[in-house]
């Protein structure tokens, strides 16, 4: 994913999902899930 895109990914999505109600009870956020989604993804060569 390019650089611009990954900065951007936070603020653009993270508002557009819903957490169910027994993942937020654990501390799952949008934000994180997007974080960890970037993560998991291997920037292009």
Known sequence: ???D???MA???IA???VV???ARFAG???VGL???ILA???MPS
């Open 40 to 42: 998991k993804v291997p």
């Open 10 to 12: 936070v603020p653009v």
């Open 5 to 7: 895109v990954r900065e």
């Open 34 to 36: 997007v974080e960890e």
């Open 28 to 30: 799952v956020t949008t």
């Open 20 to 22: 169910e109600p027994q």
């Open 15 to 17: 508002h557009r999902m």
């Open 1 to 3: 994913i390019p650089e």
